[in-house]
């Protein structure tokens, strides 16, 4: 298995796995709408979010098979004495999962971090989302916060 920095090209794929990602998380949450039924606006987001230099926007293949990608980026703001990381997506296709590579690409989206003097990372995931929160734990994470959500 190969972890390599994001390239256009691969821009199909990255939908296909955040369309699979949606699928995933909108059991956890109703009220997600499905961001990745992409309009022009959110393609070239996406574009440029693999272009830039302040996100890191990887992806495990094999055999020239793209099967999973994480992405984030250093959360720019003074409320930290110390650099911190934000894991914003991960996502492996289903018939790759229980494979270890969500595994390695946490670590290789770690060591990236690290190479840019992050000190902690972070992540969000839903309560109910037990395969997702074991393999976090399984890495270090520990639980640090939670944040509350009412419908008014």
């Known amino acids: 298995m190969n972890i390599r920095k ?17 699928d995933t998380e909108k059991i956890f949450d109703k009220n997600l709408t499905n961001i990745y039924d992409v309009s022009n606006k959110q393609k070239e987001n996406i574009l440029k979010r693999i272009k830039s230099r302040k996100e890191i926007f990887l992806v495990a293949e094999e055999n020239n098979e793209i099967m999973g990608l994480v992405d984030g980026y250093i959360i720019d703001n ?39 003097n992050v000190v902690y990372l ?27 959500m009412k419908k008014i």
């Open 6 to 22: 994001t390239k256009i090209e691969d821009y199909d794929k990255i939908i296909e796995l955040y369309k699979e990602l949606y």
């Open 78 to 116: 003074n409320n930290h004495i110390e650099k911190v990381g934000y894991l914003d997506h991960l996502c492996v296709f289903k018939e790759y999962r229980k494979h270890g590579v969500g595994k390695r690409l946490i670590e290789e989206f770690t060591n990236k971090m690290k190479n840019k």
């Open 122 to 148: 972070k992540l969000n995931a839903f309560e109910n989302n037990l395969p997702a929160i074991e393999l976090y734990k399984k890495l270090g994470f520990e639980e640090y916060s939670i944040y509350y």
